[in-house]
């Protein structure tokens, strides 16, 4: 998987996830991803469902609010802060926000186990592809 810094497959009380109109759809995989944001910071997904059913990807900004980052939302725009400096930015388009991130092929060489958030290298990251949700708890 693209973007993937670790997955493993769900347990039994992992493989399926109810959407908001009742039905249950398939979790492939839970792991860490990792995104390179136009910022040129990378962030980090943990514990992030692998669903290939959902059309989007997700991230879930109660967890984002959990690990210490705070959003604001204005004008159809949007930013993500840690420690009060801007860790990046997004704009919303079809009535989801959509975060700013960028595209790279190289695979990602720099891997902080800690899940700390570092400036680096724009093309040092690869960005998933795949279709993930982040489910909050």
């Known amino acids: 998987m693209q973007g993937s810094l670790w ?68 004008n159809n725009k949007f930013s993500l802060y840690q420690n009060s400096n801007v860790f990046g930015s997004g704009s919303l388009i079809d009535n989801l926000y959509l975060l700013d991130v960028v595209s790279s092929n190289k695979e990602n060489s720099h891997i902080d186990s800690r899940g700390t958030k570092h400036k680096i290298n724009e093309n ?4 998933f592809h795949k279709r993930l949700g982040h489910i909050s708890k």
């Open 124 to 127: 040092s990251a690869t960005l």
């Open 7 to 74: 997955s493993r497959p769900p347990s039994d009380s992992e493989r399926f996830i109810y959407v908001g109109d009742g039905n249950k759809v398939t979790v492939e995989a839970i792991g860490t991803f990792r995104l390179l944001l136009k910022t040129g910071f990378h962030l980090d997904l943990f514990e992030t469902f692998v669903v290939p059913s959902f059309r989007r990807n997700l991230v879930s900004i109660s967890s984002l609010d959990k690990f210490g980052f705070s959003c604001s939302f204005e």
